[in-house]
Nanobody, 120 residues
Framework: QVHIVESGGGLVQPGGSLRLSCTASGDTVDYYGLGWFRQAPGKGREGVSCIRYSDGGTHYADSVKGRFTISGDPAKNTVYLQMNSLKPEDTAIYYC?????????????WGQGTQVTVSS
């Protein structure tokens, strides 16, 4: 079992910034990484970013490269997502999750989600 808690969402104007935080606890052994996916109304799950447990390397969705930065300490199961230059299309519920496979968009255990709304 893994317990995940996220925080930091909110309402921001286009071009603004937000920082999401995530802490995982429990049996996190054997997962690929710790990261974030998002889901907007009427859309499928989209992987946003991930830190690999093996080497601390990172992945980003093309849609957020250059604007979002993932950081933290995988060994302590803590990650952050700094989101800059936010766009209305970034509006979604953001979930922190244990990543089984980044390339297959597969996750196991995620938190309750935090709403990010980008609107003027």
């Amino acid at each position: 079992q893994v317990h995940i808690v996220e925080s930091g969402g909110g309402l921001v104007q286009p071009g603004g910034s937000l920082r999401l935080s995530c802490t995982a606890s429990g049996d996190t052994v054997d997962y690929y990484g710790l990261g974030w996916f998002r889901q907007a109304p009427g859309k499928g799950r989209e992987g946003v970013s991930c830190i690999r447990y093996s080497d601390g390397g990172t992945h980003y969705a093309d849609s957020v490269k250059g604007r979002f930065t993932i950081s933290g300490d995988p060994a302590k199961n803590t990650v952050y997502l700094q989101m800059n230059s936010l766009k209305p299309e970034d509006t979604a519920i953001y979930y922190c999750a244990m990543v089984v496979s980044w390339y297959e968009n597969e996750y196991h255990y995620w938190g309750q989600g935090t709403q990010v709304t980008v609107s003027s």
